[in-house]
């Protein structure tokens, strides 16, 4: 009986394996880095979303990312118990038994209190940081940007030692999405102080598209705001972008290893639909250089 047991769990792991075996990883896997996943808009509790979620655990098994940053509406529409396991618990079960912590941002449809939510690791702040080898992540709430948080944001851009900083939040300083487009105000507060503070990279949500902007001022953004959510067809131009994607749900594989990011976006379906590197960007002063 148990050698019966074992064959067919082998028989169900096998098709799976062979899977994991099979897929296109574009990132270097060095020794060390920092690998993480990104996603966006993705609390829908919908068959897409699980679809996505499946495939990030594929690529877990090969690329062995240990975390998540999540880019706001994390949970859309109620915020009972049974939404938090529908829309979270449920479609990342296997990456959340594997160990993989989510960190998670706040967008505008997520209940406040999702803070206190112990599996998205905000620690009961609306904006907080966290380090993970020479990183270090600034995570903000985009929807309240009032001067409390603008001083905590200029304070700790200052004090950081980090090889690396990269900030997160939900709605994008830059965006070619016809739905929301750019969010200008937001742009005027945070934009020169990622500027004099050495901001590497931005990552938001929100437009329910994937973009990869132009970088400007030598940061480089990026929106991933499909996850769960999608709009199709909603780039109302290609001004200042360098890789667009409206068509599927999407997820985002991130490897930071010495002066190199390295990055590779994959679709609902297992496609590679951008991937690529940038440089470490070394400031002085209020000016930027890439390097």
Same mark, same amino acid.
Request: charged residues 25%; hydrophobic residues 35%; neutral net charge.
């Given at each position: 009986?148990?050698?019966?047991?074992?064959?067919?769990?082998?028989?169900?792991?096998?098709? =799976?394996? !062979?899977?994991?075996?099979?897929?296109?990883?574009?990132?270097?896997?060095?020794?060390?880095?920092?690998?993480?996943?990104?996603?966006?808009?993705?609390?829908?509790?919908?068959?897409?979303?699980?679809?996505?979620? +499946?495939?990030?655990?594929?690529?877990?098994?090969?690329?062995?990312?240990?975390?998540?940053?999540?880019?706001?509406?994390?949970?859309?529409?109620?915020?009972? #118990?049974?939404?938090?396991?529908?829309?979270?618990?449920?479609?990342?079960?296997?990456?959340?038994? !594997?160990?993989?912590?989510?960190?998670?941002?706040?967008?505008?449809?997520?209940? #406040?209190?999702?803070?206190?939510?112990?599996?998205?690791?905000?620690?009961?702040?609306?904006?907080?940081?966290?380090?993970?080898?020479?990183?270090?992540?600034?995570?903000?709430?985009?929807?309240?940007?009032? #001067?409390?948080?603008?001083?905590?944001? $200029? $304070?700790?851009?200052?004090?950081?030692?980090?090889? =690396?900083?990269?900030?997160?939040?939900?709605?994008?300083?830059?965006?070619?999405?016809?739905?929301?487009?750019?969010?200008?105000?937001?742009?005027?507060?945070?934009?020169?102080?990622?500027? $004099?503070?050495?901001?590497?990279?931005?990552?938001?949500?929100?437009?329910?598209?994937? $973009?990869?902007?132009? #970088?400007?001022?030598?940061?480089?953004?990026?929106?991933?705001?499909?996850?769960?959510?999608?709009?199709?067809?909603?780039?109302?131009?290609?001004?200042?972008? +360098?890789?667009?994607?409206?068509?599927?749900?999407?997820?985002?594989?991130?490897?930071? !290893?010495?002066?190199?990011?390295?990055?590779?976006?994959?679709?609902?379906?297992?496609?590679?639909?951008?991937?690529?590197?940038?440089?470490?960007?070394?400031?002085?002063?209020?000016?930027?250089?890439?390097?």
């Amino acid at each position: 009986m148990r050698l019966r047991t074992h064959l067919l769990i082998v028989g169900l792991l096998l098709p =799976w394996l !062979a899977l994991a075996q099979d897929l296109d990883v574009r990132l270097p896997l060095e020794s060390k880095s920092v690998r993480f996943a990104v996603i966006g808009d993705s609390g829908t509790g919908e068959r897409a979303q699980y679809e996505v979620a +499946e495939k990030m655990e594929l690529y877990r098994q090969k690329v062995n990312f240990d975390f998540v940053i999540m880019l706001g509406d994390n949970i859309y529409g109620g915020h009972r #118990p049974h939404d938090f396991k529908k829309k979270f618990e449920l479609p990342y079960h296997a990456l959340l038994d !594997a160990g993989v912590k989510f960190y998670a941002s706040l967008g505008n449809h997520d209940d #406040p209190d999702e803070r206190l939510y112990k599996p998205f690791n905000m620690g009961g702040q609306r904006y907080y940081t966290f380090n993970k080898g020479d990183v270090q992540f600034f995570v903000l709430d985009s929807n309240y940007m009032d #001067p409390s948080q603008l001083s905590w944001v $200029e $304070e700790s851009l200052q004090k950081s030692k980090a090889k =690396w900083k990269i900030a997160y939040f939900h709605h994008p300083l830059y965006s070619n999405g016809r739905s929301h487009g750019p969010d200008l105000d937001l742009r005027s507060r945070l934009g020169p102080l990622f500027r $004099e503070y050495g901001v590497n990279v931005v990552f938001s949500g929100h437009e329910h598209v994937y $973009e990869r902007v132009r #970088p400007e001022d030598s940061i480089h953004y990026f929106i991933l705001g499909n996850s769960g959510k999608l709009m199709t067809h909603d780039f109302r131009s290609s001004e200042g972008m +360098e890789k667009g994607f409206d068509t599927d749900q999407s997820f985002m594989l991130v490897e930071i !290893a010495a002066d190199k990011l390295h990055f590779q976006t994959i679709s609902r379906r297992g496609n590679t639909i951008d991937s690529g590197s940038v440089d470490r960007q070394i400031y002085s002063s209020s000016t930027s250089t890439t390097r």
